[in-house]
């Protein structure tokens, strides 16, 4: 990767004890960032544009076996600040290049009676803050056992938050917009069933939390190179508005095994008073190691399609025949009686590469392939899957050959039912049969509780799993889409085979009885601020039962905005989730999935407000061709979209994919109509939103004067 | 492997309901197991001529998330019996061919408010009685999580037992000779510390357990073929003297997790009115699959010595050098102070070879080959070891080749600290290292407290990984001896590349303070009835300062009890554990060690009474040469040994290694004296042993006349 660094240190050491409050600053000066120990206890604070972020918040940890805890008895040994500014390119992303530049300020801070310090390390973006407690190599501190992270982080209202419930194991729930104090009171119905689930508090909600004050800062707060720690969570103290850190525990209510040296992961705040610049936030990838992987070039953005929707809406089926029980080591598929239900049949699977391929996808997503889906789900099963044997209808080398005849590739996918040890003692092999049968992408998923029993998917010990998958991966040159795994906090940059996640509430949900309109008005503000989230759009038909006729579920969308979600939910990887029968019943539609891009030269939030309305725009990698998306709630929504966001010389041909009037995400979502117009740098479209509907358009760069014959100009 | 197979099969179908106790007597008739439902509740009694053994005894298993359990509401829906007689050859062992026979009893019991079934079957044999829980592929009984077995033995009487404290992560105890009515007062001073300990009730003690009633029965509980099942451990009803099994949990307190088909290992009772029958039982091995490894050429019994008794006095250490910790991703071992204690560095580990070599071993084991030693233990330390990294002063290669240049092998030494994620990460490779550096057999030890934290040695999850290890190490053609792993349940005869266990207190103990003297008189009652121990016998100097003066333990043998060890502790891997001087110092003693086999054609247990004296001769594979051990309590004995196990027709030269008068374990631990005499099947001896004291016996056939020259007869 070539890499333009600029890179300026300055160093100043304060004096031991004789500067109380240590204060930075942004480098466009809104952002203050205040340090100071009060009763020998941490506190910071941060302010943006004078007003209070973060009031002062304590920061410390509890631990384990150890009689002075790291919470207070600090004294400032050492205080330096110190500036950085570097220009880097993602590998692949939403912009060519970003800066990661901010000012810095490090405490060191002793604790006497323990004879051992601590730095606490703050890095002040214009974005927003990011800081993390650092524990060098010293003779008495070596092993730390987590009892609590006690990081405060102290509201100064009752802001509106947007938030699902606190969790250990599931992130797999519907938003819900409230006051911070209203929070207890809709707990009870925010937790909605889930495969695994382990809510721990009335008040306590997930990272990304999205909220806006009353004064109009919309402040968010996350964390970022989650690495070898347990995942964060959020507890609030809904008198003083106060929220207080809560690791995931591990099987004995332990929150993290640490050596020295190490680093807790970054707790991130970003805040300004445009909604649009939280969406622009780079400060998560910022706060993350640079790429680790000497050879990127195998690592490539994809459109695909799959073998999935269809047992979802539970069309069809993973699994081959109907058993109660199966014990993989003895049971004979081959004198099994088929279910007749089953999708991923070579026949079957042969129809969707035609498709995809007469289509331009790239890869063709197959689950259900592979032996052990009669009964591979909630009976804390060990051994469930092996990866490497197909079906007897499936045959991995004819289809895999099939698709590269067509110039496609199978995508693999991954079911680990949360049984951790077993994939892992499976890995190398499943790879190598990846490797051996030109699979270069898996989906992986951990339905279900985690074997070994009692730990959490949010735990150290999962998030320690799911990087060794990412990394074991890359040695064979694989990219990782993993399902219900933890949170993303921006590890695609250092790890860019980590192609997508899922773990949020994805398009699975609108076939499991529906997700609310506003969904995925809120999901970019909140789990894309971690890196990019497999949502799977695309659905054309909204009623499910035509699918399935036993299943009642409607997609809460028009046809409209499930187009526009391949802008504004930023993923290198994009599905196109519905199956090719729907397609084709809306061809014309279906040409903007066909043309959108999957990676990106830049990128514009250009109107956004939470829960309301998002508009998005983004230039295709290596393009004057642009893209634009906007997704609106269930009210919705007048959008005037200013288009000076393309190059003022140029000219374009817009394709205007929108809601058609009476459109309406219950009651008439397949309403949509496609324009064809000309457009520059001071055109403005004003595109009515229906409830639940949205818009996408596809801009493409006019080369040549035929081209733009007979169309006006917008 | 040939084998002869003599199989009757006699099949009785009882009618339903009509027969309220089922019977079935031992092939010889002494032994007659009684079956009946008691209120719909299974229960089984054991007679021994006609003298009680276990009184009847209920059987179930209590489940989570059951209505019912598997308790009771049974009724007979089939009995079957049937008689099974055939000899196999084991790969390895102390015979050369094993009768496997016994009347078996199968009871079909159907639980009809659960509409389910399962079956308990009996097996019994001249030297005892094994019975399992098998749960058939139906309907009704998938998934069956335990939440107790409830396996009774009822005692006849408050018999004497040799007892060790029942623990879910250790057995490395000191025995407890005591009525079972004193176990718990005597519970507290048996329970010693250790590195990971887990003791469960104060009448809790392990298996396999030795009783004598006081009508003079042997009685022994244990287990067999334990796999992918936790492993049992007896709580007593000191009220009743009836005791109930107790199953290791999990994290989360949970028992097992079963997936039908799928059985309980066996539960095991070998009984007899003659102690020494105890010792020459099969039933266990009988009870375990044949093997089920295609090609066993490669496995090799071993006798070795080891770089390894100076870590364990502490003269030198595992550790490269001295640092609190070590981050293995990070630390530069070339840039680290050596300590200069370090004992597995080039030059004296080929001093070793060369020591080794010279005096017939095959292999030498070297401990803390490998990174990470400086703070392996203790930490719950996640990433401790790689397994194939040396420290700087180790040449794998180098001195692998000197070995070989030498008629020898390095043996491969795997500490996992009990980080079994750690080990199963790095397996394939480590085995891989082992592979192409010509190592074929490994030492593993799991010391510390398990990770995944919260899991024990003993429970499924671990049960599950060693058979792992076991099963992955056979792919790679390695041996392997496990150290803290399970205690063995006859898993040898299945998977006989298990070439050694630990899974009690061995010899290490002695440097920690010493074990009681009677120690090796029970072990072959106990831990070596589920397989071989690598006890580590062959301490000449039992004055440990003598090696490290910071280190005042004492052995607890006189140096001829050692030599009897490598017969009475049957293991086809043995150590001559001591360093090299002090075999210099005593090398007409040693020789006995050089001479002993380690494969055996024949077996006799001529003596034996547990806790005070045993006596066994063994015949080495493949040769008319017998090699006698006896060893004794702190009490000292009177033992006279009739030859009349020799061919009549042959004479032979006995070296008789014995405890010269005066000698005490305590105080004159190295009076030995040694002396050769010719002897045939009519010889008696009659040889005085020390206290703590014992003797061995080298009997070479006279295959030429020369031989006897200036030899008297005994």
Same mark, same amino acid.
């Given at each position: 990767m070539t890499r333009k660094i600029l890179l300026l240190l300055i160093l100043f050491i304060a004096g031991v004890f004789c500067v109380k409050a240590q204060q930075i600053q942004s480098p466009d000066g809104q952002l203050a960032l205040t340090f100071e120990l009060k009763n020998e206890t941490p506190f910071y604070s941060l302010t943006y544009k004078g007003k209070p972020?973060?009031?002062?918040s304590s920061l410390g940890l509890e631990l384990f076996?150890?009689?002075?805890?790291?919470?207070?008895?600090f004294s400032l040994k050492k205080s330096e600040t110190s500036r950085f500014d570097e220009t880097w390119q993602p590998?692949?992303?939403?912009?060519?290049s970003i800066r990661n530049h901010y000012n810095e300020l490090a405490v060191t801070l002793t604790q006497e009676k323990a004879a051992r310090y601590i730095i606490i390390r703050f890095r002040l973006f214009n974005d927003g803050l990011g800081f993390r407690y650092e524990f060098p190599e010293q003779?008495?501190?070596?092993y730390l056992v987590i009892?609590?992270?006690?990081?405060q982080f102290a509201m100064a209202g009752d802001h509106k938050a947007f938030w699902i419930p606190g969790d250990y194991d599931t992130q797999e729930y519907d938003y819900t917009e409230s006051k911070l104090s209203e929070i207890r009171g809709l707990m009870e119905q925010a937790i909605t069933p889930n495969a695994s689930q382990t809510p721990f508090s009335p008040t306590g909600v997930q990272t990304s939390l999205m909220m806006k004050s009353d004064d109009g800062l919309y402040i968010n707060l996350h964390e970022a190179a989650l690495v070898d720690y347990s995942c964060m969570h959020l507890e609030l103290d809904d008198k003083n508005m106060v929220f207080r850190s809560v690791l995931t525990p591990d099987?004995?209510? +332990?929150k993290g095994y640490l050596l020295a040296p190490c680093t807790s992961p970054w707790r991130t705040v970003i805040v300004s008073d445009k909604a649009t610049d939280i969406l622009q936030s780079t400060l998560t990838l910022n706060l993350n190691e640079p790429?680790?992987?000497?050879?990127?070039?195998?690592?490539k953005p994809v459109k695909y399609m799959g073998v999935w929707w269809e047992m979802i809406t539970g069309k069809?089926?993973?699994?081959?025949t109907d058993v109660p029980s199966v014990k993989l080591e003895t049971f004979d598929y081959s004198k099994a009686q088929p279910n007749?239900?089953?999708?991923?049949n070579n026949e079957k699977v042969k129809s969707y590469i035609d498709f995809a391929s007469q289509n331009g996808f790239n890869q063709l997503l197959v689950e259900g392939?592979?032996?052990?889906?009669?009964?591979?789900?909630?009976?804390?099963?060990?051994?469930?899957?092996?990866?490497v044997t197909p079906y007897p209808d499936f045959d991995v080398k004819m289809l895999q050959n099939y698709a590269l005849s067509k110039g496609m590739r199978l995508m693999m996918h991954h079911e680990t039912s949360a049984s951790v040890r077993n994939y892992e003692r499976h890995m190398d092999k499943a790879y190598q049969f990846m490797a051996d049968n030109n699979y270069n992408a898996v989906k992986s998923g951990y339905v279900g509780?985690?074997?070994? +029993?009692?730990?959490?998917?949010?735990g150290q010990w999962m998030v320690n799993h799911y990087l060794y998958a990412v990394q074991k991966a890359a040695e064979y040159k694989i990219m990782v889409n993993a399902?219900?795994?933890? +949170?993303?906090?921006?590890?695609c940059r250092t790890?860019?085979?980590?192609?997508?996640?899922?773990s949020a509430r994805g398009t699975e949900y609108e076939a499991f009885g529906g997700s609310k309109p506003f969904h995925t008005t809120i999901l970019p503000f909140t789990r894309l601020i971690g890196g990019p989230m497999d949502y799977t759009p695309g659905i054309f038909?909204?009623?499910i039962s035509k699918l399935n006729p036993g299943n009642k579920s409607h997609?809460?969308?028009?046809l409209a905005r499930q187009l526009a979600l391949y802008v504004t939910m930023y993923s290198p990887l994009q599905m196109a989730a519905d199956v090719p029968e729907n397609y084709m019943r809306f061809a014309d539609a279906f040409q903007f999935i066909k043309d959108?891009?999957?990676?990106?030269?830049d990128s514009r939030a250009l109107a956004a407000e939470p829960g309301d309305y998002i508009t998005i725009a983004r230039k295709a990698k290596g393009t004057g061709n642009w893209f634009v998306g906007t997704t609106v709630d269930e009210n919705g929504y007048l959008s005037v979209l200013k288009?000076?966001?393309?190059?003022?010389?140029k000219n374009y041909i817009a394709t205007i994919y929108a809601d058609a009037p009476?459109?309406?995400?219950?009651?008439?979502?397949?309403a949509y109509t496609i324009r064809k117009v000309l457009v520059n740098s001071k055109s403005v479209l004003k595109q009515q939103c229906a409830p639940g509907g949205g818009y996408a358009i596809s801009i493409m760069e006019?080369?040549?004067?035929?081209?733009?014959?007979g169309l006006k100009k917008l």
């Open positions: 972020v973060i009031k002062p076996d150890d009689p002075w805890d790291l919470m207070s008895g590998v692949w992303g939403e912009y060519h003779p008495n501190l070596n009892k609590e992270e006690c990081t099987a004995q209510g +332990r790429c680790k992987l000497k050879d990127t070039s195998w690592i069809s089926t993973w699994a081959y007749g239900k089953h999708a991923a392939w592979n032996i052990g889906w009669e009964d591979w789900f909630g009976k804390s099963k060990d051994y469930v899957f092996d990866f509780n985690i074997i070994p +029993r009692g730990e959490h998917h949010y399902h219900e795994a933890v +949170r993303p906090t921006g590890l790890y860019p085979n980590l192609i997508g996640n899922e038909e909204m009623d997609v809460n969308s028009t959108v891009a999957v990676d990106w030269d288009f000076d966001f393309l190059d003022p010389d009476g459109a309406h995400y219950l009651t008439n979502p397949q006019v080369t040549a004067p035929s081209q733009i014959k």
